[in-house]
């Protein structure tokens, strides 16, 4: 617990309070929620300096903070590490923004992290629809959704890259540059794998929207691992 305080603290105050707010207590009082089951879905977003080597999902935990007015405040949402320089955000989905659930809501709906996270990933299915794939450059391909903010949430359907990569026994390098630019290339295809590490890097570094990982990642077997570590600061 201590070292998620700690960690959250390095971000940077300003850091944690603009991610969580417009996930939070900003957007909850533009607009109800409804906190169903059915209403749960999942994001990406970056844990910059990071590198995290395995899939498992580990709380963020209780975060700190100084508000304006000198309050000291609590928030324990549903963050976890993921993997590489990625963490998830489970969370509410409204008209016009996002509400972060908490760890409350998850043991209301009787949901394990694990078991919120599939469940979110199939709402974002159920309402979005699935993923389309289409050409990009030399081999990539990009992978595109209905709703562009949440394209990036794709790379946790597990279903859908495991359909691509029975066609790719050797597996495929993905790159999330950006909150809306999820691409890959077949592990086996060498130009197409230089090329990706070059137009993520290009994205990363300017983009449009927000950045989201500076890593590429090994979809194989059914897992993801780290192909390429993300920059360390």
């Known amino acids: 617990m201590a070292h998620a305080v700690h960690h959250a603290i390095r971000y ?49 935990g209780i975060l700190h903070a100084t508000m304006a007015d000198g309050r000291e405040i609590q928030l324990e949402p549903s963050w976890f590490q993921y993997l590489g320089d990625m963490h998830i955000r489970l969370v509410f989905d409204g008209r016009r923004s996002l509400q ?30 699935s993923p389309a794939v289409s050409r990009w450059s030399g081999g990539m391909m990009q992978v595109q959704g209905s709703a562009p903010d949440l394209t990036s949430s794709y790379f946790l359907d597990r279903e859908f890259w495991q359909g691509l990569q029975d066609r790719h026994p050797e597996g495929l390098v993905v790159a999330v540059p950006r909150r809306g630019g999820l691409v890959y290339a077949p592990a086996s295809d060498e130009d197409a794998v230089d090329g990706l590490r070059f ?11 927000a950045r989201l990982s500076s890593g590429l990642y090994l979809f194989k077997g059914g897992h993801w691992s780290v192909f390429q570590p993300p920059q360390s600061r």
């Open 12 to 60: 940077g105050l300003a850091l944690v309070l603009a991610a969580l707010f417009p996930l939070h207590s900003v957007a909850q009082a533009n607009e109800e929620f409804e906190t169903s089951a059915g209403n749960l879905l999942v994001v990406l977003r970056e844990s910059h300096g990071e590198n995290k080597q395995d899939e498992s999902l580990q709380p963020f």
């Open 100 to 129: 972060s659930a908490s760890p409350a809501d998850l043991s209301r709906l009787k949901l394990s992290p694990d078991e919120a996270l599939k469940l979110a990933v199939a709402n974002l299915r159920r309402r979005y629809g």
């Open 199 to 209: 137009g993520a890097a290009a994205l990363y570094a300017g983009g449009p929207g």
